[in-house]
Nanobody, 121 residues
Framework: VQLQASGGGLVQPGGSLRLSCAAS????????MGWFRQAPGKEREFVAG????????YYEDSVKGRFTISRDNAKNTVYLQMNSLKPEDTAAYYC???????????????WGQGTQVTVSS
């Protein structure tokens, strides 16, 4: 499966962005999907994951209540709605897919290119 992320940009603290990740070349509903991020000088972080049906989700503690992951299997797309953004959310965000469970971050094998999110006034 090939993944194409979009939707990043520059936003002020407290603002919102919605990231999208379009999949092609596979059966989208066969894959659990996730969003990761990596800031300069830091390790990659698993931000959110969603099951194949969309019925189960995972969030990293620092984004709980602010970020929402969702998917539309008819459109082969996964989304990350980011609200109440903070400067510490600044990073390159990557979507990824796995045939394993959505919460098993080490088993994501298919990656999209990053989309940059910068939170700054």
């Amino acid at each position: 499966v090939q993944l194409q992320a979009s939707g990043g940009g520059l936003v002020q603290p407290g603002g919102s962005l919605r990231l999208s990740c379009a999949a092609s070349g596979g059966t989208f509903s066969d894959y659990s999907m996730g969003w990761f991020r990596q800031a300069p000088g830091k390790e990659r972080e698993f931000v959110a994951g969603i099951s194949r049906s969309g019925g189960s989700t995972y969030y990293e503690d620092s984004v709980k209540g602010r970020f929402t992951i969702s998917r539309d299997n008819a459109k082969n797309t996964v989304y990350l709605q980011m609200n109440s953004l903070k400067p510490e959310d600044t990073a390159a965000y990557y979507c990824a897919a796995t045939i394993s469970s959505y919460y098993r971050s080490a088993l994501y094998k298919h990656w999209g290119q990053g989309t940059q999110v910068t939170v700054s006034s």
